[in-house]
């Protein structure tokens, strides 16, 4: 391992663990003194738990790593919480501390980091390698924590880091999957004291447990190349973080590779960027793509996706993917997609999520597996398990277990309804009680087929369907004297006023349209008030008036033979107010 003398500013090389705290740098709540009881046969995820409850901090860990579900067993213990740990898990975890966490990570490699700066050049070479082999190691992420540069070994384990300011104290620190984080201080002539090391600028992230990360997206990891997908397995869940950033495409920025470890406040990429997180503002001609969480704004030409959550305002011309949850507002000019949602989305084709809460509209439709809340409005359908807000739709809206209300073009469906479903079509449920619509197929309301006439002796056989409250109707009719229009359709809805064992009354609205299926035609709607009585389970007799507005053309020789209250003539349209009179038999069911 041989490097250019000449070109090479000699310095100090300390080896110790990582500044993020390895297994042999501990902090206050790993080297706390705890006590515990007898622990016999029990789950160590359960233990960890109460432990972490008594000190007030989590363990985060990977389930797939760390062994949660295995039965342990621990004869009494008093010590250190390090101590405990290591006799718990074994020499192959190591334990790191931040704030709020103690991070358990299955290390069973070391590695060992050798290094020198060039100052003329302004970078710092060197070699990492395995303790254990002397292998090379390929593929580990190298990086300057203070000035937030970051570079990948070769396949020879070799490593060129361009630094920012190479005159200064250097902290080289080196992380791969299932190695220990390794670092080596460079120091200058002048002794630096350890409080220059600035950690404050760094954040643990814990891992939320869903999976649903950037590099778990197929879209997302399009735009991502491999070697960041690596730096981001290697490093994890700490992060740094910095007043701005300005990139061209990922990987080329003001922070090169290290770009996906690192929280903006202040983000512009030209074409595209891939950040950890945004703490304010960020924007894009084309596309920002996100590992953690943003806070505030963030506007792209084309798409955003965001890995964490998004708490702010979201705007992208085409697509905004949120992996986890969203509170504000998204806006894009074709579809938004999160897990949870709480606020404003609008889109112009779709919004899709797992949980929704708020005002969604879309173009085309929203689908949303449970909508705890708010309004829908969709141009042709809203879609979901279940819904407990109002869902507003131009065709149809779709609820497969519970909705609130429901308002369509055409058709409504769902399982159970608890507020009102109209629709100029049918609406299907199991339970509605206000259902409104000509055919509702409610499954626990009533269906009727009636006969009936009236006043001017037009039979009608109407169809009656409906729940608890409402119902609809829809029927036709022929005229029994010799009229010039012998033809009646109907076309109604009405509510169930009383509905006793034996009595009943219900009030209607119909509009009944007259015609010769030829030339005459004229309209007359009419308010009903219908008492029946109950011959049997299934048959019903009912009569009752009509208050009746009848609209028609001279020479549609309209037939009204109730008494007439008030006729109007305008032109060649007359209008008559009249009451008549109506009565049939009704089968029930």
């Given at each position: ?24 740098y ?39 790593t760390i ?24 020499d ?18 070391k590695?060992?980091?050798t ?18 082999g ?62 220059n090391?600035?950690n404050?600028?760094y ?11 950037v590099?778990?997206s ?6 991502i ?6 730096q ?19 990987g ?11 929280i ?14 945004i ?26 996706v ?5 708490s ?54 929203n ?19 279940q ?10 809206n ?29 609406n299907?449920?199991?339970?509605s009680?206000y259902p ?6 409610i499954?626990?309301?009533?269906k ?17 369907s ?19 229009a012998?033809?009646i ?23 009944e ?17 219908l ?6 389970k ?7 008036p009509?208050?009746d ?12 033979h ?28």
């Amino acid at each position: 391992m041989t490097i250019n003398q000449k070109l090479i500013t000699r310095g100090l090389a300390l080896f110790i663990p990582a500044v993020f705290c390895s297994k042999l740098y501990a902090q206050n709540n790993l080297m706390k003194e705890i006590s515990i009881g007898e622990i016999k046969q029990q789950r160590m995820g359960s233990v960890l738990d109460k432990i972490a409850s008594k000190g007030n901090f989590y363990f985060a860990y990977n389930n797939k790593t760390i062994p949660a579900d295995s039965m342990v067993s621990v004869a009494g213990y008093h010590g250190t919480l390090f101590s405990l740990l290591d006799k718990l898990l074994g020499d192959s975890y190591e334990f790191k501390e931040v704030p709020g966490y103690i991070v358990l990570r299955h290390a069973p490699g070391k590695l060992y980091i050798t290094a020198e700066v060039d100052k003329e050049l302004g970078i710092v070479k060197g070699y990492v390698n395995d303790v254990t082999g002397q292998k090379a190691i390929p593929q580990a992420s190298v990086y300057e924590k203070n000035q937030l540069v970051s570079t990948l070994t070769n396949d020879k384990g070799y490593f060129e880091l361009r630094l920012k300011n190479p005159t200064g104290a250097l902290s080289l620190s080196v992380s791969k999957e299932n190695y220990r984080d390794t670092a080596l201080y460079i120091l200058p002539v002048v002794n630096v004291d350890s409080k220059n090391n600035n950690n404050k600028n760094y954040k643990y992230y814990p891992d939320e447990g869903s999976g649903n990360g950037v590099e778990h997206s197929r879209f997302a990891r399009f735009f991502i190349s491999s070697k960041q997908l690596v730096q981001g397995m290697n490093l994890g869940n700490f992060f740094a973080t910095s007043p701005y950033q300005v990139s061209l495409v990922p990987g080329l920025s003001t922070h090169g590779m290290y770009n996906s470890q690192i929280i903006d406040k202040v983000s512009y990429n030209l074409l595209g960027g891939y950040t950890a997180g945004i703490n304010g503002v960020e924007a894009a001609g084309i596309f920002n793509i996100n590992r953690k969480d943003v806070i505030g704004f963030q506007m792209a030409g084309i798409f955003n996706v965001v890995g964490g959550s998004l708490s702010g305002f979201e705007i992208a011309g085409i697509y905004n993917n949120v992996l986890n949850n969203s509170s504000g507002m998204q806006v894009a000019g074709i579809g938004n997609r999160t897990n949870k949602f709480k606020g404003v989305q609008v889109a112009g084709i779709a919004n899709r999520d797992q949980e929704a809460q708020g005002f969604q509209m879309a173009g085309l439709s929203n689908h949303v597996k449970n909508f705890t809340g708010g309004v829908q409005v969709a141009g042709l359908y809203n879609t979901g398990q279940q819904s407990s807000g109002l869902q507003f739709a131009g065709l149809f809206n779709w609820s497969a277990v519970q909705t609130g209300s429901q308002m369509a073009g055409l058709f409504n469906v769902a399982k159970k309804v608890k507020g009102v479903q109209f629709s100029f079509l049918f609406n299907v449920a199991d339970s509605s009680d206000y259902p409104i619509g000509i055919i509702n197929f409610i499954k626990n309301g009533e269906k009727s087929l009636a006969i009936s006439t009236d006043e001017n002796l037009f039979t009608h056989l109407d169809f009656r369907s409906g729940g608890r409250v409402m119902y609809g109707l829809i029927g036709v009719g022929y005229s029994l004297r010799n009229a010039p229009a012998k033809y009646i359709f109907d076309l109604g809805f009405g509510a169930h006023i009383i509905n006793h064992q034996k009595f009943s009354l219900n009030g209607e609205y119909t509009v009944e349209l007259i015609t010769d299926t030829k030339k005459k035609f004229y309209e007359t709607q009419s308010l009903k008030l219908l008492p029946g009585y109950k011959l049997s389970k299934l048959l019903r007799l009912f009569a009752g008036p009509t208050f009746d507005a009848t609209s028609a053309n001279v020479n549609d020789e309209a037939q009204i033979h109730g008494w007439q209250l008030n006729k109007h003539i305008s032109g060649n349209n007359i209008s008559t107010l009249s009451i008549g009179v109506t009565g049939g038999l009704q089968f029930v069911w």
